[in-house]
């Protein structure tokens, strides 16, 4: 099983300083975003970071001349990753997405840093804006009624029950990150009344979620976003190597899988709507 999985960097993005990128041709005006590139790793992986040599690059590029050849390595564990920074002098921060300024700081020298985040990104010191990638850690497992509060428990809810190896839960969602937040606002209708038809859209979502104050720099783009992680990462209802739907395609038949699974398994309950803001007139 994929536990971790790692978003390349954008070889298009301005911040980049090394001019081979700038000869790379870009998408023409008013097409629609590219999909990021994604490496999938299981327990055990590992893969490099950093600028590589002439002929041998790494398997997670970043050109920029201010990072080192060989940068760092990302270790997939269970439900985390480990860090190493292979620089003598650079000190690594890795943000918590989903935090209010939440980070860790990996230390030049230091091996196998656990990072807990299950969104992260990734940032290096680099000649422009600070280079960065992000990783994320889908299989992340919580248990009922823990701090974080789980939508589904593990082993029944008591831990350490029998021997052998532990039941790992197939739906792993925490109910305090924003992905979670966007599949509560597109099963609303449906749990507050079953006979409703009709899946939210984008802008449906955008709008009911936008006044939460962790939701107020949320974008259409973001929103798409996190459906996206839903249905190939977290409920992995398509298989992640499957081509992605263009642009528009297929968009209402992923919300629609998403809510019906959702519902069919208890993973967003009624006990969840008070995580939405109150609905106007009541």
């Not at 398997?59 to 201010?66: E, F, K, Q, T, Y």
């Not at 850690?137 to 248990?143: I, N, S």
């Not at 599949?183 to 449906?190: F, Y």
Request: aromatic share 6%.
């Amino acid at each position: 099983m994929n536990t971790v999985i790692v978003q390349l960097p954008d070889p298009h993005s301005p911040a980049r300083a090394d001019r081979r990128f700038a000869r790379l041709p870009r998408p023409p005006r008013g097409a629609p975003p590219a999909r990021p590139a994604l490496l999938h790793l299981g327990p055990g992986d590992s893969v490099e970071f950093g600028r590589g040599e002439p002929g041998r690059p790494l398997a997670v590029p970043i050109p920029d001349p201010g990072v080192s050849r060989r940068a760092g390595e990302i270790t997939a564990a269970e439900d985390y990753w480990r860090l190493s920074n292979f620089s003598a002098t650079a000190t690594y921060v890795v943000e918590n997405l989903e935090g209010a300024g939440e980070h860790v700081k990996v230390a030049p020298g230091r091996l196998g840093a656990p990072v807990p985040f299950e969104f992260s990104r990734v940032l290096l010191p680099a000649l422009g804006e600070p280079a960065s990638f992000k990783v994320f850690a889908p299989q992340h497992a919580y248990l009922a009624g823990g701090s974080a509060g789980a939508a589904g428990p593990v082993d029944g809810g008591a831990p350490g029950v029998g021997p052998g190896e532990p039941t790992v839960s197939p739906f792993a969602l925490d109910p305090g990150a924003k992905y979670f937040l966007v599949l509560l606002a597109l099963c609303e209708p449906r749990l507050r009344s079953p006979s409703a038809a009709a899946v939210p859209g984008v802008t449906e979502v955008l709008a009911r979620l936008r006044c939460l104050p962790s939701c107020r720099d949320l974008t259409r783009s973001a929103v798409n976003y996190h459906i996206d992680y839903l249905v190939g990462s977290k409920l992995r209802l398509r298989d992640p190597a499957e081509p992605a739907d263009p642009e528009g395609a297929g968009a209402g038949g992923k919300r629609e899988e998403l809510v019906a699974l959702a519902l069919r398994f208890d993973l967003v309950r009624e006990e969840h709507l008070v995580l939405l803001p109150p609905r106007r007139g009541g």
